[in-house]
């Protein structure tokens, strides 16, 4: 896949005692892109802090309604992180669901946070506008998870007692609500407790998006995604689908012009850049056929993919090693969470 790149943001690396920590919503398929733009930064970045990674799962209960789905996206989500390398010794993993305290200081941080701050919240005031534009009620569908969103998500972070927050850009604003939150509480009970104000890092990603299966960005949201962990023979047929121009097999062609040579690219570890190298050269040239790319993008996507997706079948199963890993991750996050907890309900006079 592509090269490691600087992840650090403005932080430096090698730290220790300082805790990153994100959380993953359970809302789809873990698909190429997920892998790419989200899951091997991240697991990059674990590497320089004391990290924490968790599966989001009651956040995705704003929007997933099926409780089979619901349950099946966590352990897959779950499951993908650790196929991809995440050790759960180093990194504290754990589901959200696992850390009641959580749901006990939302309410007291909901205490002290202003109904405008939440308002203005991105994800809310898009649904708004649609809405709007729909010529609908502006809070139509809206529920009060939907809502109330940025308040849990600070808590995931403040009850860890985080420094740096590994996002994309689009959660940047949570990330700097949390601090707000964070800064309410300490202005009015400081002299009792004070959250620590954490800050969000954007881990560098790929320099380019991956596209997908009709050459937009690839993206659950546009249903053109390239699952991580389909039998052979299907990933076959969706690397066929990869839409192509019906250029001429011995025509010149235009490698950066067309998705499959782009996926190829950004999927190739550094032991298939001859292969990459080799199949610009050919389209630049004239007389290879798309046909023949994709066979090429089949055969190093499965080889990079295969040894995943046999450990995310066994991670899968009832009762696997990932349960382990979740229950000793839940313990450990607990005992954390416990402590600020306490400490917070104490400052607010409830005990
Ligand atoms: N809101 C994040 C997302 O949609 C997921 C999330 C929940 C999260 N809690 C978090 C991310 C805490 C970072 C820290 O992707």
């Not at 990290?51 to 929007?63: E, P, W």
């Not at 007291?108 to 609908?136: P, Q, W």
């Not at 055969?299 to 899968?316: G, Q």
């Amino acid at each position: 896949m592509s090269a490691p790149s600087e992840s650090t943001g403005s932080v430096s690396p090698g730290s220790t005692g300082r805790v990153s920590l994100t959380g993953i919503k359970p809302s789809g398929e873990p698909h190429l892109g997920n892998l790419l733009g989200a899951i091997r930064p991240a697991l990059r970045l674990a590497e320089e802090y004391d990290s924490m990674y968790f599966i989001a799962d009651y956040h995705a209960l704003t929007s997933i309604r099926d409780p089979e789905l619901k349950r099946h996206y966590t352990r897959s989500v779950a499951a993908t992180w650790m196929a991809a390398g995440l050790d759960p010794e180093r990194t504290t993993f754990y589901l959200q669901s696992d850390v009641p305290e959580t749901f006990e200081l939302t309410w007291i941080m909901s205490c002290v946070t202003g109904k405008g701050l939440m308002n203005r919240a991105h994800a809310y005031k898009a649904a708004r506008d649609r809405n709007v534009e729909a010529g609908e009620e502006p809070d139509a569908g809206i529920n009060m998870g939907l809502y109330n969103y940025p308040v849990l998500m600070a808590v995931d972070i403040l009850i860890m007692e985080t420094d740096v927050v590994p996002v994309g850009k689009d959660q940047v604003q949570h990330v700097e609500y949390a601090a707000d939150i964070a800064g309410s509480f300490n202005h009015l009970y400081g002299d009792h407790y004070t959250f620590k104000i954490p800050r969000a890092i954007v881990p560098e990603g790929p320099a380019e998006t991956l596209p997908g299966l009709d050459g937009r960005k690839m993206s659950k949201s546009y249903d053109n995604t390239i699952p991580l962990f389909l039998p052979e023979n299907k990933l076959k047929k969706l690397v066929r689908r990869i839409p192509t121009d019906s250029t001429p097999v011995e025509d010149p062609k235009d490698p950066d012009g067309a998705a499959v040579f782009q996926i190829l690219e950004q999927v190739a570890p550094a032991s298939a850049a001859d292969v990459v190298a080799d199949t610009r050269k050919r389209l630049e040239a004239g007389g290879m056929g798309w046909g023949e790319v994709k066979n090429v993008l089949f055969e190093v996507l499965n080889t990079e993919l295969a040894p995943m997706r046999e450990r995310y079948d066994a991670l899968m199963e009832p009762g696997s090693e990932l349960d382990d890993a979740l229950a000793r991750g839940a313990e450990r996050a607990r005992a954390r969470a416990g402590r600020v907890l306490s400490a917070a309900r104490r400052a607010v006079g409830i005990s």
